[in-house]
């Protein structure tokens, strides 16, 4: 073999002075080439040589694609009818480069020094006509092969430019560094621009450019100030590029200066630098910033509105982006489906299907309802809206809808627990000859798992290997889908065969396999099968929680602690959870003490935790310390302290964290939102909740199902059913927990047949599947109205006789209408069911009180004692100037005990004087009435009032809480002293507020 060192004349003339191993029949086959074709040859080698960049050998200079040029195809067959030499004919394979150019490129044809077309010209002439001619051409050829990204050709004109010393122009360095800038090659831009004779603003542009529109911002902004360091004073067009670099790594800092330098320049109204600037401050969140810049352009394209809408997106601020886009409709500018496509997600995002329903006219109205991007994006943001219908309605009207249409349709469906329609839909894709993705495949195997059916389950199994989706080989999705997938079917075994099949085995799906089957996996992996990482032990520990396994949960911890793992916060913080979920407060304590790094998540879990074990003080304890500590409280942090206030009814505290979250911006936070219009309705003051959902910013459903159930609780029915009308009037759709609002409103406000009504159209009109509390909530609504006969068919009809929250609402409404048969039937269900629960001995021992039934009263005590149940005391409190006094009836242990009782004295003649009459059949004990009067008259919530009013003549609202139901006799205390006081008192109970002010309550009772 003969190594080609060099390309031309002397290779040819070396493999003739080469002994021959053929010998004769090696030289025949020379003697076969014509002369002219010698020549031919011989002058092609010599144009590749000189043409390759020094130190590039002309075979790694010219990529192989360049064989198959078809123009080149003929000269080949021609080489290859002169058999010669396999070695000749590679050579002149790269020869052929000089025919890249296709008919299309006549032009640029002229400039080639071998054409096919026409004679070949002597070396010498070609040079000519290149001097003469070629500046301008080479240009346009750089422009063209830029364009398209052909860096080899743009590179064999460089070299071609090098070899006859072309005396370059600034036009012709720019185009040679505008290629190499678009072509990606940034190292060969570099060097050019370095070898530049001359740099004036556009080459800095051209190079700044390039950097920038490869994503590297950084560089970019370092060239400017290359530049600025030079002296060369910068265009709008450089302005632009560099902000549009400092867009792409948020540098706010940078895009500042470059704005001060914009004006000082005379150049920041320029619509280019314009839009680079609200570019900069809209990635940056600075939404002021780029208003201000918008705001002072004379000219706005939709480019600029698109900016600002999506800026606005970015920050999730909803109303703005809608008010924006109103302005833009009212404009003259014409909006695209980029447009539309942004508010279409934004509306999606916040769930606002009214907007969104006004934006899908308004494709129809343009005709980008069947685009596939608008398309996709109605389909989506419908699902969001919890529209499966329309989903379908804007999918149907799409002409050709792509893969990822398809996916989004049949994920919505899944969402909305439409199994079948979704597995129907991914049917008719299949047979309109699309392949699905892996994204098709995961959401139709998450719609088997939910579908519940093995069958099913496994012929999309199948279908993966049919579309040729390797196991070993694809996306971690698509195997984390099918692992879920057995595992909801019911197929542990089977979710095992796909995690430990695969060669390469991940924690992910073991973490999946593990969380679905609660804690099936965890003893496997143990044994080794799969290194406990710390996502692993986060999810172990996580299952734990779930199941409430704490045995298990200290095995974790050991082991956690046997490997050094305890340090990781995100172990500790689980740690922390786990421990407090399983009510096991001393442990969770001392994970949290042991953790050194603590972040606002670890405070937060064990805040959260305190409140879930009811040591609601000790909680707020907590927060203080964190406080002091340094650590600011996010979102997350106040919402569940929020919580704990409504929990305990702490006005005070509630309203320091609601002046907490004004200070912290975190009144965009729903869940903060959520959380104090909450606190307010539970701690008494409504109309402060009121004010604060009416001044909410955007309103989700969460928010719409808060102010519903408070007026439920404060016995605003009327309310109650307004607000659900305004709700669906704003588009919102009703959940389950919405109608449990509703029906226990109708049920307080007696309205049988209204609430009949919402409880049919529940399911008929909105979709929602009927639970357990819906029907407590109509028996209570039955039970109450007396209808005992209609509780007994309902309970059969629904066949919900073996709920034993159904027997308990069926047990309070018998104590409530004195009904002993069907008490004591549902009191033995109950003692079945639950016979750890003392509210169900009490009402049952109330029942037969009431009948003066001492014997069974006797006898139901005894139950309770031999059981070991035990009844919770009851208790009032209330809050005087932030400290809460807890007071149990008849209660002697107060300091002020003396004062207290003298005020109860006082009220008890001033009840003289409006006639009075104590109730005793309210103390349900085998006693005199001397003794039940003295027993009502120190009942808690009259220690407490009494307290409240020694306490402060200038409370002009006085709120007490009971852990227990108020009696009838307090009740009508409380609803005639507050007509001869100046003050309002509200009373709230284990069930509702009653608020009574003017000698009238919110009951409505009398």
């Known amino acids: 073999m003969v190594k080609l060192n060099r390309i031309g004349s002397e290779t040819v003339k070396s493999r003739q002075n080469q002994p021959s191993q053929s010998g004769p029949r090696m030289r025949a086959k020379k003697n076969l080439v014509p002369r002219k074709m010698r020549k031919f040859i011989r002058a092609g080698f010599e144009f590749i040589r000189a043409s390759s960049p020094k130190g590039i050998a002309p075979s790694t200079f010219f990529p192989p694609y360049l064989r198959t040029i078809p123009l080149a195809l003929p000269a080949l067959r021609m080489l290859r009818k002169f058999r010669l030499p396999r070695k000749v004919c590679e050579t002149s394979r790269l020869f052929t480069f000089s025919v890249w150019l296709n008919h299309s490129s006549a032009s640029a044809v002229r400039d080639v020094p071998f054409d096919w077309d026409h004679s070949f010209p002597d070396e010498t002439e070609e040079l000519n006509d290149v001097r003469?001619?070629?500046?301008?051409?080479?240009?346009?050829?750089?422009?063209?092969?830029?364009?398209?990204?052909?860096?080899?050709?743009?590179?064999?004109?460089?070299?071609?430019?090098?070899?006859?010393?072309?005396?370059?122009?600034?036009?012709?360095?720019?185009?040679?560094?505008?290629?190499?800038?678009?072509?990606?090659?940034?190292?060969?831009?570099?060097?050019?621009?370095?070898?530049?004779?001359?740099?004036?603003?556009?080459?800095?542009?051209?190079?700044?450019?390039?950097?920038?529109?490869?994503?590297?911002?950084?560089?970019?902004?370092?060239?400017?100030?290359?530049?600025?360091?030079?002296?060369?004073?910068?265009?709008?067009?450089?302005l632009a590029t560099c902000l549009k670099g400092c867009s792409a790594f948020s540098d706010l800092l940078l895009g500042k200066q470059v704005h001060s330098l914009a004006i000082r320049l005379g150049l920041s109204l320029d619509i280019y630098v314009g839009s680079s600037l609200v570019e900069v401050y809209s990635k940056c969140s600075q939404m002021e910033l780029a208003a201000s810049v918008f705001s002072g352009l004379s000219k706005q394209n939709a480019i600029l509105w698109n900016l600002m809408l999506n800026g606005y997106l970015l920050i999730g601020n909803t109303d703005e982006v809608l008010r924006l886009f109103n302005r833009l409709k009212e404009s003259e500018i014409k909006f695209g489906n980029f447009t539309l496509n942004s508010i279409l997600k934004c509306c999606a995002n916040s769930g606002i299907v009214r907007e969104g329903r006004i934006l899908h006219c308004?494709?129809?109205?343009?005709?980008?309802?069947?685009?596939?991007?608008?398309?996709?994006?109605?389909?989506?943001?419908?699902?969001?809206?919890?529209?499966?219908?329309?989903?379908?309605?804007?999918?149907?009207?799409?002409k050709d809808p792509d893969v990822v249409t398809w996916t989004t349709m049949i994920a919505c469906l899944d969402k909305q627990a439409n199994g079948l329609e979704a597995a129907q839909v991914f049917n008719v894709m299949r047979q309109r000859g699309l392949k699905p993705n892996l994204f098709s495949l995961s959401s139709i195997m998450n719609v088997a798992g939910n579908i519940g059916s093995f069958v099913y389950g496994t012929s999309i199994h199948a279908l993966t290997f049919k579309y040729g989706y390797d196991i070993d080989v694809t996306d971690k999705i698509l195997v984390n889908s099918l692992v879920?997938?057995?595992?909801?079917?019911?197929?542990?075994?089977?979710?095992?065969?796909?995690?430990?099949?695969?060669?390469?085995?991940?924690s992910v799906s073991s973490n999946i396999t593990m969380m679905e089957s609660e804690g099936f996996q965890v003893h496997q992996m143990l044994l080794g099968c799969i290194k406990l990482d710390v996502p692993t032990l986060v999810n172990v520990l996580k299952c734990c929680s779930h199941l409430k396994d704490v045995s298990f949960g200290r095995q974790i911890h050991a082991h956690v602690v046997k490997h050094n793992v305890s340090s990781n916060k995100f172990v500790g913080t689980t740690l922390i959870d786990m421990y407090a979920k399983s009510r096991c407060f001393d442990d969770a304590i001392l994970a949290f003490r042991l953790l050194m790094d603590k972040d606002v998540l670890t405070w937060t879990t064990i805040i959260s935790g305190l409140m879930?074990?009811?040591?609601?003080?000790?909680?707020?304890?907590?927060?203080?310390?964190?406080?002091?500590?340094?650590?600011?409280?996010?979102?997350?942090?106040?919402?569940?302290?929020?919580?704990?206030?409504?929990?305990?009814?702490?006005?005070?505290?509630?309203?320091?964290?609601?002046?907490?979250?004004?200070?912290?911006?975190?009144?965009?936070?729903?869940?903060?939102?959520?959380?104090?219009?909450?606190?307010?309705?539970?701690?008494?003051p409504l109309e402060d909740a009121e004010a604060m959902f009416n001044g909410s910013i955007s309103r989700d459903l969460t928010l719409w199902n808060s102010i519903i159930c408070l007026y439920s609780l404060h016995y605003q029915g009327q309310k109650t059913l307004d607000t659900f009308r305004l709700m669906l009037h704003e588009g919102f759709l009703p959940d389950h927990i919405t109608f449990v609002g509703i029906l226990t409103a109708c049920s307080r406000m007696g309205l049988i047949d209204e609430g009949k009504m919402h409880f049919r159209s529940m399911g008929e009109t909105f979709g929602v599947e009927t639970t357990i509390e819906h029907c407590v909530c109509m028996v209570n609504m039955l039970g109450r109205a007396g209808r005992f006969d209609e509780v007994e068919s309902f309970t059969k009809e629904m066949n919900i006789s073996a709920s034993g929250s159904i027997w308990e609402a069926v047990l309070g409404t018998c104590e409530m209408h004195k009904n002993e048969n069907l008490g004591q039937r549902a009191a033995e269900k109950l003692f079945e069911l639950n016979p750890e629960e003392a509210s169900n001995y009490v009402l049952l021992s109330n029942i037969f009180a009431a009948k003066k039934n001492w014997d069974s009263v006797e006898e139901v005590r005894g139950l309770m004692t031999r059981k070991g149940v035990k009844k919770e005391l009851a208790c009032s409190w209330v809050e005087i100037d932030g400290r809460f006094h807890v007071f149990y009836s008849r209660d002697f242990s107060h300091p002020k005990l003396e004062q207290i009782y003298v005020k109860l004295e006082e009220l008890s003649q001033q009840l003289l004087l409006v006639d009075y009459k104590p109730r005793t059949g309210c103390v349900l004990q085998n006693v005199s009435e001397i003794e039940k009067k003295e027993y009502l008259h120190y009942h808690s919530e009259r220690l407490a009032l009494a307290f409240a009013l020694i306490s402060s003549n200038s409370m002009k609202i006085i709120r007490i809480f009971k852990n227990n139901r108020i009696c009838s006799d307090c009740h009508e205390m409380m609803r005639l002293i507050s007509e001869r006081i100046d003050q309002e008192i509200i009373i709230r109970d284990i069930h509702h507020f009653h608020k009574f002010t003017g000698g009238a309550c919110s009951c409505q009772c009398s």
């Open 612 to 684: 879930h074990c009811d040591k609601v003080e000790k909680g707020f304890g907590c927060f203080i310390l964190m406080q002091r500590e340094g650590i600011r409280p996010n979102g997350n942090t106040l919402s569940t302290c929020l919580s704990g206030s409504s929990r305990i009814a702490s006005l005070s505290s509630g309203k320091l964290l609601h002046s907490m979250a004004i200070k912290g911006g975190h009144l965009l936070d729903m869940f903060v939102i959520n959380g104090i219009i909450n606190m307010y309705g539970k701690c008494g």
């Open 362 to 398: 308004v494709a129809i109205k343009i005709g980008s309802d069947t685009d596939n991007v608008i398309g996709c994006s109605l389909v989506h943001m419908y699902s969001k809206c919890s529209l499966a219908a329309d989903s379908l309605t804007a999918f149907s009207r799409i």
């Open 132 to 238: 003469t001619q070629g500046l301008k051409r080479y240009s346009s050829l750089l422009r063209e092969f830029a364009s398209r990204k052909f860096l080899t050709r743009g590179r064999a004109v460089h070299g071609h430019l090098l070899r006859h010393q072309v005396d370059l122009d600034s036009h012709l360095w720019v185009s040679l560094l505008n290629f190499y800038a678009k072509c990606a090659n940034l190292l060969a831009a570099r060097r050019l621009f370095v070898e530049m004779p001359e740099k004036d603003v556009v080459s800095w542009t051209t190079i700044m450019s390039g950097f920038v529109s490869k994503g590297y911002g950084r560089d970019g902004a370092e060239i400017f100030s290359e530049m600025m360091r030079d002296g060369v004073r910068p265009n709008e067009y450089a």
């Open 484 to 506: 879920s997938m057995y595992m909801k079917i019911g197929s542990p075994y089977d979710s095992l065969r796909v995690l430990y099949g695969r060669r390469k085995k991940d």
